[in-house]
C-alpha cells in the first residue's frame, strides 16, 4: 500500500533525524542538503515529491529553534546562518542580478538565492526585500519579448523533452 | 421674551450659523488626499514590474463612515430577508435539488476567491502610492471582507434551513481530494496574490471581477431563481453592488501605469496570461455549473459567454482602455472555440471522478437531454450516447459496482491533468479544443492541454510546481484515499458526494466503493 498523505514513515523518518541534530552547523548543512536534493524545479531527486514540503518546513523550524539558542540579538538580526554578514551577501546576490540581462541567469540566481538563503538562514528582514529586488528583475525580464520565440523554440531553450504534442 | 420667540431666535441663529454637527464627507477626502507624499522610490513590500503614478485619483471616493453607512443598509435589507421572509417561506426546501448541490460549490468556492482578494487589495494598498488609489483599494479590503462572511452565510444558510446539508458545510477538509479545488485555487489564490502585485490586479479587477463577475455572480442569480433558489440572488446580488466599485478599481490601476513605460512592454502580456489563466478554469466550470447542475435552464451558456465576456468585456470594456495601450488578449478567440464544449467535456470527467467531490451530480434527464441536443448540435451522439450507457450499467446504484471512472479505463480514454490550469482533460474524448502536450524536463513529466498554458509554464515552471491527484494518489486505492481526507458524511462510512440526487436513492458508502478496488494510476507513467 502506498503511504498515506499525513502520517506515514517517509515523515517518521525524517522527524527522528531531524530530532537528532543538535548544533545550527549541522541543521544548516541538513536543511541546505535536503534544499538542494528534493526542493525546486531544479532538485536532484523527486524521491521525496509528496513529503519534502513538510520534513522542509520541519527542518526550518529545527534550524530556527538552534539559531534562537546559539545567536544573540545583534546576529540574530543581522547575519546568516553560516555566520556572514547578511546584508553582504544580499548586496553581492543583487549586484549579480543587476548584472544580467539574461532571463535564463536570472531565473537561476533568484532560485539559487532561495535554495541557499530561504528563512531561517538569512533573517526575514533582509531576504525579504532582497527577494523583491531579484524577483521585479527576473519578472521583467521573462516578459520582454514574451511571444518572440515558437513554442518549438522555447521548448528548446528550456531543454525539454518532448514526448507528445 | 415668550419662550416660543427665544426657540424661533434660536433656531433663526443656528440657521445663519449651523453648528458643526458632523464633517462633510467630500472635505474628509479632500482631506485624505492632503497625505500625498512623494517618495523618492516607492518601497513596497511586494515585487512590481510597474511603477503607479503618484497622483493617481479614484473615482468612489469614499471614506470609512460613509461605506459604513451604505453596507449596514445593505446589510439590514438582506440578513433581513434571509432570517424573515425566507424562512418564514421555507426558502431552503424550495430549491430544485440539482441547484441545492451546484450551491455547495458555487458559494465555497466564491468564499475562497473573496477571502483572497482580501489579501489581493491588502497588497495594492502597500504597493500604491497615491492616497486616493490607497483609499480605493481599502474599501475594497472592506468589501472582500464582507463578501466572504456572505458567501459562508449562504453555505450556512443551506446547512441550516435546506436539503442535504452534507457539502454545505465544512466543504473545505474535502479540499485534497477532487481536481476541482485545485483549479479553482489556481485561479481565486495564486492568480490573485502570487507574482507582480499588479499583475494579481489585472487578475483580480480587470479579468476576475470586470470580466467573470458579471456571468459568476450575475448570472447565477438568474439560473438559481430558475430554479427556485431565492437566497442566492439576496446575497450575490448584495454582493455584486460592490463589485463595481472593484471593476473601477482595475481601471484605476492601469489608469496609474498608462505613463509608465513599462506598460507598454509589459501589460499586454500580462492581460493575457491572467485572462487565460481565469479563463481556462471558468469557461468550463461556470457553464458545467450552470447547465448541468440545474433542471430548469436559462439560455446556452455560449450565449452568457459571448454577451459578457466576448463582447462586453473584450469589446466594450477593454475597448475603453485601448487609450491606454491595453489591447483585447490575444487569446480571446481560442477562449471563444473553449465556451461551446469546454464545460460539456468537463462535465464527462466530473461525473466519472464523483466519489471525489463533496456534492451530488446528477446525469442529464431525457427532457436536459433534449434541451443539449437543440442547443449544442451533436452533443448526443458525443456526450449523450455515453450517459445512456453509463445509466444502463447502473451507475447510479451502489449494488451497480459500475463507476464511470472504470469505463473510461476500459475504453483506455486516460485522463490527463493540465498542469498550468489543474484543470482534467481526456484528450480522446475532447470535443473541446484540448490538445495532450507532454513534456519532461529535469526527471519529471508535465501534461498540458494548449499553447498558452504550456507557454506559461515553459516560461516560469517554478509557479507551477504542485502534485495533481493521479501523482499524489497513485497506487491508492479510492475509498481508502476518501476515508482518509474526511470525504465521508457524520456517520462515518456515507459519502458526502454522490451520483444522483434522487431522495429515494440508495447513497453510496465506502464499503461500496472498497468492492468496487478502484485504484489510482498515473496516465503520464505510462509515457
Avoid at chain 1, 529553534?65 to 544573540?72: A, G, V
Amino acid at each position: 500500500m502506498a503511504n498515506k498523505i499525513h502520517d506515514n514513515s517517509i515523515r517518521d523518518e525524517w522527524t527522528q533525524k531531524i530530532g537528532a541534530l543538535n548544533t545550527l552547523a549541522k541543521g544548516v548543512e541538513a536543511l541546505d542538503t535536503f534544499r538542494h536534493q528534493y526542493t525546486t524545479p531544479f532538485r536532484n531527486s523527486y524521491d521525496l515529491e509528496l513529503d519534502w514540503g513538510w520534513i522542509e518546513l520541519k527542518l526550518e523550524e529545527k534550524v530556527a529553534l538552534l539559531k534562537h539558542k546559539e545567536f544573540n540579538d545583534q546576529q540574530f538580526l543581522n547575519q546568516t546562518a553560516y555566520g556572514a554578514d547578511a546584508q553582504k551577501e544580499a548586496d553581492t546576490v543583487i549586484a549579480k542580478m543587476a548584472a544580467t540581462t539574461d532571463k535564463y541567469e536570472a531565473e537561476r540566481i533568484h532560485i539559487g538565492f532561495r535554495l541557499k538563503f530561504k528563512p531561517p538562514i538569512m533573517p526575514v528582514n533582509v531576504f525579504q526585500d532582497t527577494d523583491r529586488i531579484l524577483g521585479t528583475k527576473l519578472m521583467e525580464l521573462r516578459n520582454i519579448g514574451y511571444y518572440d520565440l515558437p513554442l518549438a523554440e522555447l521548448r528548446k531553450v528550456r531543454g525539454v523533452r518532448v514526448i507528445t504534442g | 421674551m415668550s419662550i416660543s420667540a427665544a426657540t424661533k431666535a434660536a433656531t433663526d441663529a443656528l440657521a445663519a450659523n449651523r453648528a458643526p454637527v458632523s464633517v462633510n464627507a467630500q472635505e474628509v477626502h479632500r482631506w485624505l488626499q492632503s497625505f500625498t507624499w512623494d517618495f523618492e522610490k516607492n518601497r513596497t513590500k511586494y515585487p512590481t514590474k510597474y511603477k503607479m503614478a503618484n497622483e493617481t485619483k479614484e473615482q468612489f471616493k469614499l471614506i470609512a463612515k460613509e461605506y459604513a453607512r451604505m453596507e449596514s443598509v445593505k446589510d439590514e435589507r438582506q440578513f433581513g430577508s434571509l432570517q424573515d421572509v425566507l424562512t418564514r417561506v421555507d426558502a431552503g426546501n424550495r430549491v430544485h435539488p440539482k441547484w441545492n448541490e451546484t450551491m455547495k460549490v458555487v458559494s465555497n468556492f466564491l468564499e475562497v476567491g473573496e477571502y483572497n482578494a482580501i489579501a489581493a487589495t491588502g497588497m495594492l494598498w502597500d504597493s500604491a502610492s497615491a492616497p486616493e488609489q490607497k483609499n480605493g483599494y481599502l474599501a475594497q479590503v472592506l468589501d472582500e471582507i464582507r463578501h466572504t462572511n456572505q458567501c459562508g452565510y449562504v453555505n450556512y444558510y443551506f446547512t441550516k434551513h435546506g436539503q442535504d446539508p452534507a457539502g454545505h458545510n465544512d466543504a473545505r477538509r474535502t479540499r485534497t481530494i477532487g481536481p476541482l479545488w485545485k483549479g479553482m485555487k489556481r485561479v481565486f489564490s495564486d492568480g490573485f496574490i502570487s507574482g507582480d502585485a499588479v499583475e494579481c490586479s489585472i487578475n483580480l479587477q480587470l479579468v476576475g471581477e470586470a470580466c467573470f463577475t458579471n456571468p459568476l455572480i450575475v448570472a447565477v442569480t438568474e439560473w438559481a431563481a430558475a430554479n427556485g433558489d431565492e437566497i442566492t440572488p439576496t446575497v450575490f446580488l448584495s454582493i455584486e453592488t460592490d463589485e463595481l466599485r472593484h471593476m473601477a478599481n482595475g481601471y484605476q490601476t492601469v489608469v496609474s501605469i498608462a505613463n509608465d513605460e513599462a506598460a507598454s512592454k509589459y501589460l499586454n502580456t500580462d492581460l493575457n496570461n491572467a485572462f487565460w489563466t481565469q479563463q481556462k478554469y471558468f469557461t468550463p466550470v461556470l457553464g458545467m455549473a450552470f447547465e448541468y447542475g440545474s433542471h430548469f435552464k436559462v439560455e446556452p451558456w455560449v450565449k452568457t459567454w459571448n454577451r459578457w465576456v466576448y463582447e462586453d468585456w473584450g469589446g466594450i470594456w477593454i475597448g475603453r482602455l485601448g487609450k491606454y495601450g491595453v489591447e483585447s488578449p490575444r487569446s480571446l478567440r481560442d477562449a471563444k472555440k473553449d465556451a461551446y464544449w469546454a464545460h460539456h467535456d468537463l462535465f464527462l470527467i466530473a461525473y466519472a471522478l464523483w466519489p471525489t467531490g463533496f456534492f451530488r451530480l446528477t446525469l442529464p434527464t431525457a427532457q436536459e437531454a433534449e434541451w443539449f441536443e437543440a442547443n449544442y448540435p451533436g452533443w448526443y451522439d458525443h456526450y449523450g450516447k455515453i450517459y445512456d450507457e453509463w445509466r444502463a450499467r447502473g451507475c447510479e446504484d451502489p449494488a451497480s459496482g459500475f463507476l464511470p471512472l472504470q469505463w473510461f479505463m476500459e475504453n483506455n480514454h486516460q485522463i490527463y491533468i493540465d498542469r498550468v490550469s489543474q484543470v482534467p482533460f481526456c484528450p480522446t474524448l475532447s470535443k473541446g479544443a484540448s490538445t495532450l502536450r507532454v513534456h519532461e524536463w529535469n526527471g519529471k513529466k508535465h501534461s498540458f492541454s494548449d499553447e498558452w498554458g504550456e507557454r506559461q509554464w515553459l516560461t516560469e515552471p517554478e509557479r507551477y510546481e504542485c502534485q495533481n491527484i493521479w501523482e499524489q494518489y497513485e497506487g491508492r486505492e479510492l475509498s481508502e484515499v476518501i476515508a482518509e481526507l474526511h470525504g465521508v458524511r457524520s456517520d462515518g462510512k456515507t459519502l458526502i458526494a454522490q451520483p444522483h440526487t434522487n431522495k429515494d436513492g440508495k447513497l453510496w458508502t465506502l464499503d461500496d466503493l472498497k468492492r468496487i478496488d478502484c485504484v489510482f494510476k498515473d496516465p503520464l507513467k505510462a509515457l
